[in-house]
């Protein structure tokens, strides 16, 4: 059986990788010091396969057939899609087995995931896994999810969909040692008068709901209150997701770092070490 050996998030900003030098250097040294930690920690535990969930950003789906949940099921998928991003386009290893798996299991659970063959994968998934593998060899299975386009799926969905993807992975034979990582977030407005602007308290209060265990305080928000964030804070449900996961356990904030340059409250935040 599975083990989840490493579970963490991160945000996600394109700007991580396209504007790096843009942030002010201690705030940016933090913030990768931080992703740095959870790369070393995938080495020194064996890692050998990671799922990643993450925002879809109208890259494989549009207003057509926009799916809550999509499970990247490839033997490789493309990314990152964005030229512009500076990370090597490549393509990335997949892991069917476990990706048939979860969709099998999530499908059991009374979950309706959509799935893919063959996903593109822009600067949400792909910004973060190469921070995890800068080598990008690692497994990934993907799953992207809907934080974008009413109607959302409720943000209590979005935990139950973890606890049933973390039973997923535990209940898989064929490995022993995976990743769940949640990508995106925190407070960031996209396309809007606002963008630019970071809503620091809501992120230190989310981040602290996550390290007391206080996820009910989170999980009954309604869409509403998560946008007084602005519209791109909704992509806390992949947090969510890995929160369900794991739990019980509860995270460790390793970086926050409200940064300007990049238009989000940046993030990474352990889940690996506290019961």
Known sequence: MA???????????????????????????????????????????????????????????????????CIGLGERNWGPTEEWLPIDKVWIPGHPGLADHIARSTLAAGFDPAFSHQLELDHGIMTVYYELDHEMKIPLVPIVQNCAVPPLMPVRRAYEFGKALGDAIRSYEELSRVAVIGAG??????????????????????????????????????????????????EIRSWLAVAGAVAPTRSRTLAYEPIYPWITGMAVADFSTIP
């Open 185 to 234: 977030g925190l407070s960031h407005w996209i396309g809007t008068p606002r963008v630019g602007d970071i809503a620091e308290d809501f992120d230190r209060w989310f981040l602290e709901r996550l390290e007391r265990g206080e996820l009910d305080r989170v999980l009954d928000l309604p869409d509403s209150e998560i946008e007084l964030a602005g519209n791109g804070s909704h």
């Open 3 to 69: 083990e989840i050996v490493l579970a963490y998030c991160a945000s996600h900003a394109p700007m991580m990788s396209s504007a790096r030098s843009a942030a002010p250097k201690q705030q940016g040294d933090n913030f990768f010091a931080a992703l740095g930690r959870v790369r070393a920690d995938a080495v020194e535990r064996g890692v050998q396969a990671c799922v990643v969930l993450s925002n879809e950003h109208f890259t494989n789906f549009f207003l057509e057939n926009f799916p809550q949940i």
